[in-house]
């Protein structure tokens, strides 16, 4: 698929502001006033921050209020219902926080629930689509939760749970990255399944379906050569995971803890360009951009 800019920060900034407001909302780390104000609003940047950079890969932002009506069916809809509880019950939490020094923890606990839930809607949007091989796998979503939750206790100061869960989210990438280019041909997808005339023999392309470019082929098409990608995911786990946990096994400091944050979020942007530019849609099959 091509990968869109508006969906990379999407995904990987939304991911890190709702991991943190996980664990704020579990009370990692305990804070009130000023220091609790700091910190709900970093985690409230990078969520909505995220959210409204979604927006722009809509075709009709204008529409966008739609997306909450479609919620039994869709996990767009799931998302934007989940992100919204989210964001209302940690806004009063925090509220409690900052104002009041008091921390109300089934309050807490809810809206951690629900910021994790909406990773889980996040990712569910793409692990759905039968027709992205890659994508439509439980380890998805898992490879989403484990991202999230290793930023958010980045970013939360809780070093030892991080380190923990950077290991875990850099086994979960590397073996969603070694699977997945092998689940396109495990689908069994061919052009006489994508055009489904493979029941009268055998099916080549002599000609393109039209002579321009069209949506499905400037969206849903993007091929990348093999060096390319791996010399990108060398850089995404260098920098999302190596150079973080190096830097937390140092003696800590703010200016550290920042650098490992940096890093962190380029390594897990160039990971989410690879997510999309290695998704290979069957409709590829269909227009012959496939072997």
């Not at 966008?64 to 767009?76: E, G, I, N, V, Y």
């Not at 009041?100 to 951690?112: C, E, H, M, Q």
Request: glycine share 10%; with cysteine.
């Amino acid at each position: 698929m091509h990968p869109a800019l508006s969906v990379i920060l999407f995904s990987t900034l939304s991911g890190l502001g709702f991991g943190l407001l996980f664990f704020l909302g579990l009370g990692l780390p305990v804070v009130t006033g000023w220091m609790a104000f700091a910190a709900f609003t970093l985690a409230f940047l990078l969520a909505v921050g995220g959210l409204l950079a979604s927006t722009f890969h809509l075709g009709h932002p204008e529409r966008a209020l739609r997306a909450f009506s479609q919620w039994r069916t869709s996990w767009l809809s799931r998302e934007a219902c989940a992100s919204v509880a989210a964001l209302l019950t940690m806004a009063a939490y925090g509220a409690g926080l900052v104002f009041a020094a008091t921390r109300i923890v089934p309050l807490g606990l809810i809206g951690a629930a629900l910021s994790i839930c909406t990773v889980l809607t996040t990712s569910m949007i793409y692990a759905q689509l039968k027709t992205v091989p890659r994508w439509h796998h439980w380890s998805t979503p898992a490879l989403f939760l484990s991202i999230s939750l290793a930023g958010g206790a980045l970013v939360a100061g809780q070093n030892q749970i991080t380190l923990i869960l950077f290991v875990v989210a850099a086994a979960c990438q590397s073996w969603w990255w070694s699977d997945g280019d092998r689940r396109f041909a495990r689908a069994g997808h061919t052009m006489a399944t994508a055009t489904g005339l493979g029941q009268i023999g055998a099916v080549r392309s002599f000609a393109p379906p039209h002579t321009g470019s069209n949506y499905l082929m400037r969206e849903m098409i993007h091929q990348i050569g093999r060096k390319h990608a791996l010399r990108l995911r060398a850089v995404a786990l260098t920098l999302g995971y190596a150079v973080p946990i190096l830097i937390l096994l140092a003696p800590q400091h703010w200016a550290l803890t920042t650098l490992a944050t940096l890093s962190h979020v380029a390594g897990i942007l160039a990971s989410r360009w690879i997510f999309f530019a290695e998704a290979e849609h069957v409709v590829g099959l269909y227009y012959g951009k496939r072997g």
